[in-house]
């Protein structure tokens, strides 16, 4: 039909925490959500995978993004923009962006990610 399903799924080391809403048959979805989670001391990397659900059959990776804690590192006020997607699926051509804005808030103790899902396209 030219247009997908989708929705977001944010994990922390491969252990998903989020899910995101479903907006229903676009290209170009809006979430505007935002979630606040504990970071364990030792985590290495968030995912976002964008997803294309789909009632009959299992639902279809879009695409991914991963941010390390190098990365986070190197953006202590936190990271605000539009992040490329990846494949997750070799065989696969991905096109898409997703907009987000991530920061790390608290000290090493107690630290929380916020992580703000806003668009995609």
């Known amino acids: 039909t030219g247009s997908s399903d989708p929705y977001c799924i944010v994990k922390i080391d491969d252990e998903a925490i989020i899910r995101t ?4 048959k676009t290209l170009s979805p809006f ?3 935002e979630y606040e989670v504990q970071l364990q001391p030792g985590f290495h990397s968030i995912s976002i995978y964008v997803m294309d659900e789909d009632a009959l059959s299992r639902d279809d990776v879009i695409g991914k993004i991963c941010i390390t804690r190098d990365m986070l590192a ?4 936190g990271y605000s923009g539009w992040v490329s997607l990846s ?3 070799p065989d696969e051509e991905v096109q898409g962006e997703i907009h987000l804005r991530v920061e790390v808030l608290g000290s090493q103790g107690g630290r929380r990610l916020r992580c703000s899902v806003l668009e995609a396209r």
Do not use: C, N, Q, S
């Not at 809403?21 to 229903?24: D, G, I, R």
């Open 31 to 33: 979430w505007g959500e």
């Open 87 to 89: 494949e997750v699926d």
């Open 74 to 77: 190197e953006h202590p006020k």
């Open 21 to 24: 809403a479903t907006v229903w």
